[in-house]
C-alpha cells in the first residue's frame, strides 16, 4: 500500500533521528520527510546523505529545514535531546531534555496545530506528559513510544529461549520504558497456549527464576547496547516506524505506545507504556487489560515512580 501526499518531520538529526529518517524512507510511507535540528550542518548532511539514495526507494523528499518547513506534517517525531550515557538511567536525564522540550514544543505547535505528535526522547513517559502540557494538544495527539521496543525485546528474548518466530509470541511489556517496567506474564501465550503450558511442552521450566532473570534482561538490554556501542538507534527507529505505519494506515493497532491514563488501572494524569488501539487520529482508547493481583500492584508502584520522579525534579507545569 503505497502512502501518498504524506509529510512526516523529525526534530533531532542525532542517531535516532537519522535513523528513523532512513527507516521511514525504506518504508515507503511518507513522500516528504523534513529534518530540523540545532546542528543545522549536520541535518543537512542527514538529508543529503539520504537523498542520494532516492533512486532506490518509492518518490520521496528528504530535506533539511527549520521549523517553519514542518508546516503541515502528519506527524512529528521527536528524537531531539540528550544522549543517554552509560551508566545513567533514563530518568537521571529529565531535566535537561526539559529544557530543550521548553524551546522545541511551542515552535511545533506554532506550525502544526494539528499534527499528531510522536516523544521518543527519554524519559519517554515523562516528556510524552510535558509534551502534552506544553502544547495543549488533546491526549490522543500526543503519544510516545513507550515500550514498544521494551515488548519487542522481550518477544525476541523469549523466541531465542523458546526457538520459535518472535512474532507468534503474545505479550507486553506496560509501564514505565524503564527500570519499573513490568511484564504481563499472566498474559503472554504462544499458540494459544499459557506461558507455563507451553514451557511443559518444550521441557522447559518457566519457573519465578526464569521470569525474573527474562524482566531483568529486557531492562538492561538498552544499557547493555549503550555500553558497547554507545547508543542505541536501530530497534528504536523500527518501532517508530511501526507507529508511524499504524497511524497513517488507520490500523486500528494495539501497540503499548506511551498513553494519557485517565483512571485505568486506577491510576490517573501520567503518561505510560500501556496497550493503545492506535490509528489515524493516534491513540483511539487506552486498554485496560486484566492483569493479575501482583502485575496491578506493579504497574501502580512504576506510575508512583514516574510521578515522583516529575514532582521531585521541581519543574512546574500548568
Not at 170 to 183: K, Q, V
Not at 203 to 209: F, K, L, V
Not at 216 to 237: C, L, P
Not at 289 to 304: D, G, R, V, Y
Amino acid at each position: 500500500m503505497k502512502i501518498k501526499g504524506t509529510k512526516i518531520s523529525i526534530i533531532g538529526a542525532g542517531y535516532v533521528g537519522s535513523t528513523t529518517a532512513f527507516t521511514l524512507m525504506a518504508s515507503g510511507l511518507a513522500s516528504e520527510i523534513v529534518i530540523v535540528d540545532i546542528d543545522k550542518k549536520k541535518a543537512e548532511g542527514e538529508a543529503m546523505d539520504l537523498s542520494h539514495g532516492v533512486s532506490f526507494v518509492s518518490p520521496v523528499d528528504i530535506r533539511a529545514g527549520d521549523y517553519k518547513d514542518t508546516t503541515d506534517s502528519a506527524i512529528i517525531i521527536i528524537t531531539a535531546g540528550a544522549a543517554q550515557k552509560p551508566g545513567e538511567t533514563r530518568l537521571d536525564m529529565i531535566n535537561r531534555n526539559y529544557a530543550i522540550f521548553k524551546y522545541i514544543i511551542p515552535e511545533i505547535v506554532k506550525y502544526n496545530p494539528n499534527s499528531i505528535l510522536l516523544v521518543v526522547s527519554n524519559p519517554v513517559d515523562i516528556l510524552s506528559y510535558i509534551t502534552y502540557q506544553l502544547s495543549g494538544f488533546p491526549p490522543e495527539r500526543v503519544i510516545g513510544s513507550g515500550t514498544v521496543l521494551d515488548t519487542s525485546r522481550l518477544r525476541y528474548i523469549l523466541s531465542q529461549d523458546f526457538n520459535i518466530d518472535a512474532r507468534n509470541i503474545h505479550t507486553y511489556i506496560m509501564g514505565e520504558h524503564g527500570d519499573s517496567e513490568i511484564a504481563t506474564w499472566s498474559l503472554t501465550s504462544v499458540a494459544g497456549m499459557q506461558l507455563n503450558d507451553y514451557c511443559n511442552t518444550v521441557c522447559m521450566s518457566c519457573n519465578d527464576s526464569y521470569r525474573k532473570k527474562t524482566v531483568e534482561d529486557v531492562r538492561n538490554a538498552g544499557y547493555e547496547v549503550i555500553d558497547r556501542k554507545g547508543s542505541t538507534y536501530y530497534a528504536v527507529a523500527l518501532a517508530i516506524r511501526r507507529i508511524v505505519e499504524a497511524i497513517l494506515r488507520d490500523e486500528n493497532s494495539i501497540l503499548t505506545v506511551s498513553s494519557l491514563l485517565k483512571g485505568e488501572y486506577e491510576i490517573s494524569d501520567i503518561y505510560m507504556g500501556i496497550p493503545s488501539i492506535v490509528g489515524s487520529n493516534g491513540v483511539k482508547k487506552v486498554l485496560e487489560i486484566p492483569l493479575n493481583q501482583e502485575e496491578t500492584f506493579a504497574l501502580k508502584t512504576s506510575a508512583e515512580t514516574l510521578k515522583s520522579t516529575l514532582t521531585n525534579s521541581g519543574i512546574k507545569l500548568f
